[in-house]
């Protein structure tokens, strides 16, 4: 069988089986299996395939159509240009929640903008070497998954201490190969949520916390219900996280220190409430993400 014969039949296959974005998710698999790049697909066309291949082929369609998602069939997802390693113990990462990192970004580069213009009318005063150095922001990314949020950070501020934790074991294990991969060092460290993390006076804390309710999930599609449960279940009213980070953030963070939390399209009224019922919050704001969606409720102490 040529490869133009074999993606002709996938596609019919998938199209009956009702799954969505059959032709993307067809050129993922040849990319993946043929270890060829997207261009080179077509010039391909005719190339004849092994059985052994198209075996294999086959059976990672069967995967796609019991609605196991592409990425952990092809094991990766990009995120912020960057490339992570995902599989059935992580979320996949949302576009999203690239809302929420470039949040993060726009704060430290305010901040750092500020604190240079100060140091360096001190510097000029004290004349003392170095003094100009921007100090490092310190960063903790809980409920980290796949580490998304922590690396993506390290990658685009240089210069921060970062700390990321989970629950699972096995998310963290994802998370550290994939700080490896893109060369950023970072702390991990295994946690329900606040309960072992032991480091304080955080500039910054930012989670994607699950938030969907319980009685929802059973609801979503077979793609979404093949991520891990632990990943998304916020509880009965979907606000469980931001409860506990409400009740415990404060603690780990600086004076003026800021909370940035990706939220549901739905959450925001609920959310800001959680925060504002706690005196030492102020300046609570949300954020659209490209959809037009509030998605980034920002706090701070
Ligand atoms: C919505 S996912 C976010 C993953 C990643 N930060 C992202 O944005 O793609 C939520 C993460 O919270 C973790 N989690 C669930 N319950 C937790 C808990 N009690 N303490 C810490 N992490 C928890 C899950 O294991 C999962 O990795």
């Given at each position: ?21 059959s ?39 069967d995967?796609?159509k ?62 003392k ?54 060369n ?24 994607n ?41 404060k ?10 939390l ?17 005196n030492?919050?102020?300046n609570?704001k949300?954020?659209?993400?490209l ?11």
């Amino acid at each position: 069988m040529k490869l133009k014969e074999l993606i002709n039949l996938s596609k019919k296959n998938l199209q009956q089986n009702k799954i969505k974005d059959s032709n993307i998710k067809i050129k993922l698999l040849i990319e993946h299996i043929f270890n060829i790049k997207k261009e080179q697909i077509i010039l391909s066309y005719d190339n004849e395939i092994k059985k052994e291949k198209i075996l294999e082929f086959n059976s990672l369609l069967d995967k796609l159509k019991n609605g196991v998602p592409i990425q952990y069939i092809i094991n990766k997802q990009e995120f912020m240009g960057l490339h992570f390693y995902v599989n059935e113990n992580v979320l996949i990462p949302q576009p999203d929640t690239e809302t929420l990192v470039e949040e993060v970004i726009k704060y430290c580069n305010i901040i750092r903008k500020n604190n240079y213009e100060t140091s360096s009318t001190n510097c000029k005063e004290n004349n003392k070497k170095n003094y100009c150095k921007s100090k490092k922001i310190k960063i903790l990314d809980l409920c980290t998954g796949s580490g998304i949020i922590g690396i993506s950070l390290c990658k685009y501020l240089g210069n921060v201490e970062t700390y990321a934790s989970d629950i699972n074991a096995k998310a963290l294990d994802i998370a550290r190969k994939n700080a490896e991969d893109n060369n950023v060092s970072i702390q991990f460290i295994h946690s329900d949520m606040f309960n072992n993390i032991q480091e304080k006076a955080f500039d910054i804390i930012v989670s994607n916390p699950p938030y969907i309710e319980s009685g929802v999930i059973k609801k979503l599609s077979k793609e979404v219900q093949n991520e891990p449960k632990l990943a998304l279940d916020g509880g009965r009213d979907g606000l469980r996280f931001y409860k506990i980070i409400a009740e415990n953030a404060k603690e780990f963070l600086k004076q003026e220190g800021i909370i940035f939390l990706e939220i549901g399209y739905d959450q925001k009224e609920k959310v800001e409430k959680i925060f504002s019922n706690y005196n030492y919050y102020s300046n609570i704001k949300c954020i659209k993400d490209l959809s037009g969606n509030d998605r980034v409720i920002i706090i701070k102490k």
